[in-house]
Every structure is written in C-alpha cells, then in structure tokens.
C-alpha cells in the first residue's frame, strides 16, 4: 500500500512519518518510533494494555489510526518519568508490587495518570470506576490501589513541603 508522510507529536517530540495512511496508532508507535512500551493485548478493545494519551485524554491506540492523530499530543508511557526520575505514580507501583508482568501497567500507567490529573484525591470507589477499562491478569487489583494511595499522600507531602 502507497505510504503517506504524517507528522505526529509523540512525549514531546515532533516526528515525520512515511507510513500507510491504515497504519494503527499502536503500530506505528512501536515499529516506526520503537516506542514498545504501549502494548496490544487483546483483539477486541477490553484489555487498555495500549492506552496512550491524546491531548491529554486515555485513548486505544490500538482502534486509532496513526494519520488521524496529526496535530495532538500523544504521551506514551515512555513520556510520563520527570526530568528523567521516576514520576511519584511509577516509583509507588513499584514500592508496592502494583505489578508482576508488567504487561499491562503501560496502559493502567496513563490511566492513572489521567484520573489523578482530573481527580488528585480520588475515594477507593472512584479509582475503581476510573480504571474499569483496564484489565490485569495476574497482579490482583489491592497493590495496584495502594500504591495509587501512596503516590497520592507522596504527591501531597511534596506540595506540602513546598509550601
Ligand atoms: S490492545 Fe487491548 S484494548 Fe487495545
Ligand atoms: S501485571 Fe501482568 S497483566 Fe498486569
């Protein structure tokens, strides 16, 4: 198939790209960007192993075309670290075990990142509703609210200290 150049904004970077205009956003995330922290772990929308953000928002990558996200900003997994340190969000998941495989954090990761930004002292019941579309097969959910609390109170303590 005939390839098109677009440019896309990835954690920061502006990219051109000569790739299919069918190209999934996921694809061309991992083999034209080698960005392969964004995973495909289903072939039906229910897992969120893929989630990235556009303009800010947890989307699929995996049912969105590369082409049509010319213009947005797109923040990966590989985008969420600060200043080259682990973001509060990542050291938390793994101080508390928030996950085994790790296959599906990359997802959860911009998930979480999405509901602390819209809700930063979010109840038990809110995280909950907040990462239904996200599945882990293996860690179990009770690490992964834990360490959301303890990046919430480490969050908190910092801007406390700030003061
Ligand atoms: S790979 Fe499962 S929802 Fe995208
Ligand atoms: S840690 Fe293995 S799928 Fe979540």
Redo the contacts with the bound molecule.
Sequence with gaps: MKKELIGLTVNGRSHELAIEPSKLLLDALRENLGLTGSKRGCDDSSCGACTVQIDGVPMLSCTMLAASCEGQEITTVEGVSEHGSLAAIQKAYGDWGG???????PGFMMTVKHLLAQNPNPTEEEIRQGLSSNL????GYSQMYQAIRAAIEAEQKGMAAAK
């Design positions: 996950s085994q495989c790790g296959y599906c954090m882990c097969r293996c860690t």
